[in-house]
């Protein structure tokens, strides 16, 4: 089994910029794709930002492209987004998500972990 320990929420206004942390531990059972996804209000979970293990590769969603930085520490069993550049329709619960299956990055049901979630939330 994998828990994973979201941190790194809060309150920013526009333009600022957040950093969140989600650590593992346990032992995954694919360990390929790891993602950060959130949650809006009002709105159904979305795809934000994925890597695959090595962290060569990275997948991010149209809305925070150039914003958002996902990147992994396999040493420390830790995935990061760091937000910039921050606006208020990022304001979102953001979920981590470990162990994706190789269907891809973007799609939710393939992980088999997620965080507790973190609230993020950007003023205006």
């Known amino acids: 089994q994998v828990q994973l320990v979201e941190s790194g929420g809060g309150w920013v206004q526009t333009g600022g910029s957040l950093r969140l942390s989600c650590a593992a531990s346990g032992r995954a059972t694919r360990d390929y794709y790891s993602a950060w996804f959130r949650q809006r209000p009002g709105k159904d979970r979305e795809f934000v930002a994925g890597?695959?293990?090595?962290?060569?590769?990275?997948y991010y969603s149209d809305s925070v492209r150039g914003r958002f930085t996902i990147s992994r520490n396999n040493g420390k069993a830790t995935i990061y987004l760091q937000m910039d550049k921050l606006k208020p329709e990022d304001t979102a619960v953001y979920f981590c998500?470990?162990?994706?299956?190789?269907?891809?990055?973007?799609?939710?049901?393939?992980?088999?972990?997620w965080g507790q979630g973190v609230q993020v939330t950007v003023s205006s």
């Open positions: 998500a470990y162990d994706g299956s190789r269907l891809g990055p973007y799609v939710a049901s393939a992980y088999d972990y």
């Open positions: 890597v695959i293990k090595s962290g060569g590769a990275k």
